[in-house]
């Protein structure tokens, strides 16, 4: 069966320190890749999504920046993070087009 | 763009009273609609889908496009129905999700 990893669980970072959140998808092949974010009070956002290895789409201009270096591997990154990048972080994927999303656990992300 | 608009952060009612959480949409295509649910500690997860047309555990919703809601209602709430619910527009050739801000239902005795 598929499953979707997450890590680290938590993370605690100083203002102007680099990020390298890790997503990662077993049981399956070729899948879209979703990262979301959710910051306080707010829904969930679309940051990036992916289709394939190497293909990268940005929903929103900000901060971050996201790879996918392997078909099930997917990474949001920054090299100098905001005290507004804090935020719960949502990976997710799905197999094709009009299938449900799966989401992983989710990283806590606090900027201080 | 599209939108998604979920009017309630929080939702409380009593045990066995009928609940609707309410969701309306902005997309000027053809709206394809999930309800996802958040039970504390468990991941966010796909409660239902409006193609579908399934009630999963007692919850149904009907996409109403001449008024763009897709209100998600359950005629007798229970305790473990308590959790966060967001509604979401998947657009595009990604199946992208727009969600909505969720609201909290709180199940009371």
């Known amino acids: 069966s598929q499953t979707i990893h997450q890590w680290p669980a938590t993370l605690v970072q100083p203002v102007g320190s680099p990020l390298s959140l890790e997503c990662t998808v077993e049981?399956?092949?070729?899948?879209?890749l979703y990262w979301y974010r959710q910051a306080a009070g707010r829904g969930l956002q679309l940051l990036f999504y992916?289709?394939?290895?190497?293909?990268i789409s940005s929903e929103v201009p900000q901060n971050l920046s996201a790879s996918r270096p392997q078909d099930r591997q997917f990474i949001l990154s920054s090299k100098k993070l905001l005290l507004s990048d804090s935020g719960f972080y949502l990976c997710?994927?799905?197999?094709?087009?009009?299938?449900?999303?799966?989401f992983g656990p989710g990283t806590r992300l606090t900027v201080l | 763009a599209q939108r998604v608009t979920q009017p309630e952060k929080l939702l409380s009612v009593f045990k066995g009273a009928p609940v609707e959480l309410k969701c309306n949409y902005s997309?000027?295509?053809?709206?394809?609609l999930f309800w996802y649910v958040q039970y504390s500690r468990q991941r966010l997860q796909l409660l239902l889908r409006?193609?579908s047309r399934e009630s999963i555990k007692g919850f149904t919703a009907d996409l109403n496009k001449g008024e763009t809601s897709f209100h998600l209602k359950k005629p007798f709430a229970q305790e473990e129905d308590s959790a966060m619910y967001y509604c979401?527009?998947?657009?595009?050739?990604?199946?992208?999700?727009?969600f909505g801000t969720g609201t909290r239902l709180q199940v009371t005795l």
């Open positions: 997309y000027s295509g053809s709206p394809e």
């Open positions: 049981g399956t092949s070729n899948p879209n």
């Open positions: 409006h193609i």
């Open positions: 997710a994927w799905n197999p094709d087009r009009g299938h449900e999303q799966f």
């Open positions: 992916s289709v394939g290895i190497g293909q």
């Open positions: 979401a527009l998947s657009t595009g050739t990604a199946s992208k999700l727009t």
